[in-house]
């Protein structure tokens, strides 16, 4: 009897290892996910891309470049919020002045603060709204379930209205090329090929990767 015991227990100590195992795994897979959907990478990314797109230069500069702008420009905007998170979850729990459990209550305040900074009023109270809570009087006492789906839309909203505003220089000179062309009696050339020049002109004579990322870094603060 005293055998099967010890085997039971041997069981299931390796069941509990293969489920923490299995429970690491998925963690590992949603890191990915949390840092895209939780820090400034995802405005970054898509501003970019529509300024790739409005300058109509196909895949230059390639998507490698802007993943790696994006990633180093999130980076420069979040520093502030992760040093904070270094010194007063990271480094206390690592010195075993707290919990592990302590340490993420800990971590989890200046991020959502970051989030809420950003998100609309109308976007958490969507979220609140379809879980069936009520709207808290202090938006921190929301949970990072409600609070990061909010500022993922409120970041795609406002990525979505900077591209908008990147593309007005870019469509008029679509427009008067294009006109021009009609004009003339130009049907067969494609307008695109004549303007493609010119807006690269402007572009590069108002330093507009300058203007872009100066624009997008202070939408943040």
Do not use: H
């Not at 993943?67 to 075993?96: C, D, K, W």
């Amino acid at each position: 009897m005293t055998e099967n015991l010890v085997d039971a227990l041997a069981l299931t100590n390796d069941t509990s290892e293969v489920v923490n195992l299995y429970l690491l795994l998925f963690l590992i897979a949603l890191i990915p996910s949390f840092l895209v959907l939780t820090t400034s990478f995802t405005r970054t990314i898509i501003v970019l891309s529509f300024t790739r797109n409005a300058l109509g230069t196909q895949q230059s500069p390639p998507n490698q470049v802007l993943i790696g702008l994006a990633l180093f420009l999130s980076v420069f905007v979040m520093r502030p919020v992760y040093q904070e998170v270094n010194e007063q979850a990271l480094q206390p729990m690592l010195a075993g002045e707290i919990t592990r459990e302590e340490s993420l209550d800990i971590a989890e305040e200046p991020i959502k603060t970051f989030m809420l900074e950003q998100t609309r009023t109308t976007d958490l109270e969507l979220f609140v709204q379809l879980s069936g809570d009520d709207f808290p009087e202090d938006p921190e006492d929301l949970s990072l379930f409600t609070v990061i789906p909010a500022f993922a839309i409120s970041e795609l909203r406002t990525a979505f209205t900077i591209g908008f505003l990147i593309f007005i220089p870019f469509l008029v000179i679509d427009i008067v090329v294009a006109s021009i062309l009609m004009s003339m009696g130009m049907f067969m050339l494609s307008p695109v090929m004549i303007s493609l020049p010119f807006k690269l002109l402007l572009f590069v004579m108002v330093d507009g990767w300058y203007l872009v990322v100066e624009s997008l870094i202070g939408s943040f603060y």
